[in-house]
């Protein structure tokens, strides 16, 4: 059974940082590519930063780039988002994806979700 945990989600002050942690278990992790969305109230799920099954290869939306980093262990099946410098309109429900072909930020490319984390910053 496929299931990816999303962890590390909590209220913070404008400005500050956190790391989110998604656990996959139940398929081949480091044959995926693995990839953070986020929703905001009222708001569609958008793209935040993918990583390719090897690790080298990253890509961010352009509202991320520079403040978010994307980062995987494939010994641990644990994918990563180190968000720096949050704004209150990085509020949203993070939510992990993996996909086993090469995604877009489409989500109808990507084939496993997790229940995602609420990340909260004030201003």
């Known amino acids: 059974q496929v299931q990816l945990v999303e962890s590390g989600g909590q209220l913070v002050q404008a400005g500050g940082s956190l790391r989110l942690s998604c656990a996959a278990s139940?398929?081949?992790?480091?044959?995926?590519?693995m990839g953070w969305f986020r929703q905001a109230p009222g708001k569609e799920r958008e793209f935040v930063a993918t990583i390719r099954p090897g690790g080298r290869t990253t890509l961010y939306a352009d509202s991320m780039r520079g403040r978010f980093t994307i980062s995987r262990d494939n010994a641990k099946n644990t994918v990563y988002l180190q968000m720096n410098s949050l704004k209150p309109e990085d509020t949203a429900v993070y939510y992990c994806a993996a996909s086993l072909y090469n995604p877009t930020d489409d989500v109808k490319t990507w084939n496993y979700w997790g229940q995602g984390t609420q990340v909260t910053v004030s201003s």
């Open positions: 139940g398929f081949i992790f480091s044959g995926y590519a």
